[in-house]
């Protein structure tokens, strides 16, 4: 049986792509804005939006870009994150705080010098360890035998 989709994820779905993925090959990280801890009341600003400032802090200087959007669905385990660059594999991260913020980051940058395209565990801020919650292939991945 299916849940019900959030009122934040409907909105999200039915809007059109505003920004093309990175034309740079710089890393993005997108950290959902809406995002609360499970069984949080509702608040405002929400966990999720902190956590994005706190993201947009951090990344100054550097070349990874941070974009706010409004739900990655994975509310049960939120505050969540995205990271990816050209060609890499994408990794999702939940049960985030603003102090992660600085290992998104990190590890974007981790992510942005893997000529794999894998997140290399080596090296790895703890909290991204800890907090995976799943790594999506590129579109144009295809699995080998060899």
């Known amino acids: 049986m299916s849940e019900p989709i959030s ?10 792509m505003s920004e093309p993925i990175s034309e740079t ?3 993005i990280v997108y ?14 600003p929400r966990p999720g939006a902190l956590l994005a400032a706190a993201a947009e802090q951090a990344a100054a200087g550097t070349q990874v870009e941070v974009r706010r959007l409004r739900c990655l669905a994975n ?3 939120g505050p969540s ?6 060609g890499s594999w994408t990794y999702i991260f939940g049960g985030l705080d603003r102090a992660d913020a600085g ?13 794999d395209g894998i997140l290399p565990w080596r090296g ?5 360890k800890r907090t995976l919650i799943a790594r999506v292939p590129p579109l ?6 060899t």
């Open 124 to 128: 790895r801020p703890e909290i991204l």
């Open 75 to 77: 509310c049960t385990r």
């Open 31 to 44: 950290v959902c804005i809406t995002c609360r801890r499970a069984g949080e009341p509702e608040a405002e």
């Open 81 to 86: 994150a995205a990271m990816r660059c050209d």
């Open 103 to 115: 290992a998104l980051i990190e590890g974007a940058e981790l992510l942005a010098g893997a000529s």
């Open 25 to 27: 090959g710089f890393p």
């Open 7 to 16: 009122e934040a994820m409907s909105e999200s779905i039915s809007e059109p």
């Open 140 to 145: 144009d991945f295809v699995e080998s035998d």
